[in-house]
């Protein structure tokens, strides 16, 4: 028999939407201008625009020419830009840009360091004091690694960790070390969703968890 959702295809639709929200739950149209690296398909794209914040405050980062023509159709608002997330100390913005985040998509754990050196590197050029660098991973240990942390004198926290996802994932948050994160109004986890989470929406520093 047809059924026009398959149940991989919403078991893969639920998984999205749960990460989604995962990953840009502390972004509101207060964060100021968000730059979004290995955006795909939009996913997180559109759940940043659903929790308010304006297509024009969005640069959209992303490699693949044919998902680069599908982005700008779907969000003609968004600045989308076909390029390499590693070379974003070349990009300017009008100087009254504040840059209050960057959410990342993108496979760092499967980049050597020092390309993911030089994707940490740009966008901290661009953020303002206190602006912080989201970024994914189904993995347990921290995405980017602590050379990378310590060359570029950033901390990197764990917001959460969801675990009805299978495999679980979590966000990593890098800040600049000895700075306060800008201040989030988060919600309260949304059932809907289906993102499990502790309580504390930060730990204070990466920490694995015993394998
Ligand atoms: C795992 S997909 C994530 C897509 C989206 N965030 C999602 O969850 O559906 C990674 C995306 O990053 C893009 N990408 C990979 N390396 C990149 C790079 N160096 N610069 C820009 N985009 C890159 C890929 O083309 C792909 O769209």
């Not at 050029?125 to 921290?142: D, N």
């Amino acid at each position: 028999m047809y059924t026009c959702c398959p149940a991989g295809e919403s078991a893969n639709f639920h998984r999205s939407r749960a990460i989604s929200a995962f990953i840009t739950r502390e972004i509101t149209p207060q964060t100021g201008h968000v730059i979004e690296l290995g955006p795909g398909t939009g996913v997180f794209t559109t759940k940043m625009i659903e929790r308010g914040v304006r297509p024009q405050h969005l640069t959209l980062v992303e490699y693949s020419q044919e998902f680069v023509e599908r982005l700008k159709g779907r969000f003609p608002g968004a600045r989308v830009l076909s390029m390499d997330a590693a070379r974003l100390q070349d990009l300017k913005f009008p100087p009254e840009t504040s840059v209050g985040a960057v959410v990342s998509g993108l496979p760092l754990l499967t980049m050597p360091v020092g390309k993911v050196m030089e994707i940490l590197e740009g966008p901290f050029r661009h953020l303002r004091p206190g602006g912080a660098f989201y970024q994914f991973t189904y993995m347990s240990k921290c995405p980017v690694p602590q050379s990378v942390l310590d060359h570029l004198d950033l901390n990197a926290t764990q917001v959460d960790r969801t675990f009805r996802n299978l495999p679980p994932a979590a966000v990593a948050v890098c800040a600049q070390s000895g700075l306060k994160p800008i201040t989030i109004e988060s919600g309260p986890s949304n059932g809907s969703t289906r993102v499990a989470t502790k309580p504390a929406s930060r730990i204070q520093a990466w920490q694995s968890p015993p394998v």
